[in-house]
């Protein structure tokens, strides 16, 4: 298995822009995550999804964010506008149930100017 | 909430000296710690999962342990190879997401 793909790998975006961030988890995996990684405040969970479902989303910072998972098999996270702020490198990481490990995929840097 | 607390926050070795990384955690009813590397513009790879006090895992040049309010990551004789960012994350409770701590950067001098 290629193990968890995103894309795109980097992303630089003027504010007020919308920015989709795409996730192709590992085949069989059941639950997906969408974290958020920046130097102040290392890694966060941004949202969680168990047989494609979204289960918390406590984590997304603000209604700007969102994301969805049509089928086993792909999600999204979309930032409608962003702003400076959002600026990180998102991680998306699937497994296999809720009490596995997680795989992380190689990450989305963006930049929001 | 959950508490991850990781020492020390870098660490710089020669290659051959051993050391440890320490991972403190303050939870209510831990399922698991767990243990990732992260190296520079990568994803974290997982490394180990520990379950209960007293559990230990090697892997390689790499020993975790696991008590009641901490764990250990060991490096043997870590080579250059062995530079990375170590991150440690627990799930505790009825909670499925993983908690993380801000990581130790090991620096390993050839």
């Known amino acids: 298995d290629a193990g968890v793909i995103q894309s795109p790998r980097h992303e630089v975006t003027e504010m007020g822009q919308e920015v989709t961030l795409r996730c192709k988890p590992i085949s069989g995996h059941n639950s997906l995550f969408w974290y958020r990684q920046t130097m102040m405040r290392g890694l966060e969970l941004l949202i969680y999804?168990?047989?494609?479902?979204?289960?918390?989303d406590s984590g997304m910072p603000e209604d700007r964010f969102s994301a969805k998972m049509p089928n086993a098999s792909f999600s999204t996270l979309k930032i409608q506008p962003s702003e400076p702020r959002d600026s990180a490198v998102y991680f998306c990481?699937?497994?296999?149930?809720?009490?596995?490990?997680?795989?992380f995929g190689q990450g989305t840097r963006l930049t929001v100017v | 909430e959950d508490q991850v607390t990781q020492s020390p926050e870098a660490l710089r070795l020669q290659e051959g000296e051993s050391s440890s990384l320490n991972c403190s955690y303050t939870?209510?009813?831990?399922?698991?710690l767990f243990w990732y590397r992260q190296d520079p513009g990568k994803g974290p790879e997982f490394l180990f999962t520990?379950?209960?006090a007293g559990e230990e895992k090697e892997k390689e040049r790499l020993k975790a342990t696991l008590t009641k309010k901490e764990s250990f990551l060991h490096i043997t004789a870590p080579k250059p190879e062995d530079s990375a960012t170590y991150l440690c994350?627990?799930?505790?409770?009825?909670?499925?997401?993983?908690?993380f701590g801000a990581g130790t950067t090991v620096t390993v001098r050839a």
């Open positions: 520990l379950y209960s």
């Open positions: 990481a699937s497994s296999y149930d809720t009490n596995s490990e997680a795989f």
């Open positions: 999804f168990n047989n494609n479902v979204p289960i918390d």
């Open positions: 939870v209510s009813g831990l399922r698991g």
């Open positions: 994350a627990v799930q505790a409770g009825s909670h499925y997401k993983l908690s």
